[in-house]
């Protein structure tokens, strides 16, 4: 019997692993649609499904990443709060770095970022955030409890929406990586908002 080397043993495992981690994410992500039923989740969500091209999905996630960027600095000069602070300004920080990463993909595989249904949605939330925001009296709360809204919703559009769709291997790698520093951040802003109760 032939003896398979140690390497390909742990490459095998660890593929397997990831395998494993992506299918419970798809069984376990029909739970998070009941949690996440809110007036603020986009109608696409509610509706139907697009099928995205790479394009859509790349603009998707820059949406997703400017919008973030723009709340943090709408807010940030107007938070008491130093957990708020500091949280707002690591949004800033982490999500240009992704963005950079994101738009250097884009540019190395050729992809031309392409609005879609979703990513309209997305933007208009981000909009209405923003506003909200300029306008409130109540910041730190108001910025934290809608981190939390809106890392659930782009936490389930990743999720249901651009790892399904991404054709290009890359682009899914990089989703992956860019779902795992969106669950810390909403678990970060979950325990902040939990504290202000």
């Known amino acids: 019997m032939k003896t ?36 603020n989740q986009p109608k696409i969500l509610n509706d139907n499904r697009e ?10 996630l820059s949406t997703a990443n400017n919008g973030e960027i723009k709340q943090a600095k709408t807010a940030l000069p107007k938070l ?3 957990q708020a602070r500091k949280y707002a ?28 249904t979703l990513s309209t949605s997305l933007q208009n939330d981000s909009d209405k ?6 306008q409130s009296s109540a910041t730190d709360k108001d910025y934290m409890t809608s981190q939390v809204e809106g890392h659930r919703e782009v936490l389930m559009i990743i999720d249901k929406q651009l790892i399904p769709n991404a054709k290009n291997s890359e682009l899914k790698t990089m989703l992956v990586q860019t779902r795992a520093a ?16």
Do not use: Y
């Open 4 to 39: 398979i080397p140690m390497k390909k043993m742990i490459n095998c495992i660890a593929v397997s692993s990831v395998l494993s981690f992506a299918a419970s994410l798809t069984m376990a992500a029909p739970d998070q649609q009941s949690i996440n039923d809110n007036k």
């Open 80 to 82: 008491k709060m130093d």
């Open 51 to 60: 099928n995205l091209t790479d394009n859509q999905v790349i603009k998707v």
């Open 182 to 197: 969106v669950a810390k951040h909403l678990q970060m802003a979950e325990q902040i908002v939990a504290k202000m109760k």
């Open 129 to 134: 955030v923003v506003n909200k925001l300029g």
């Open 89 to 116: 300004q690591l949004m800033i920080n982490e999500h240009s770095s992704n963005e950079k990463k994101a738009q250097a993909l884009a540019s190395r595989l050729k992809l031309t970022p392409q609005a879609s």
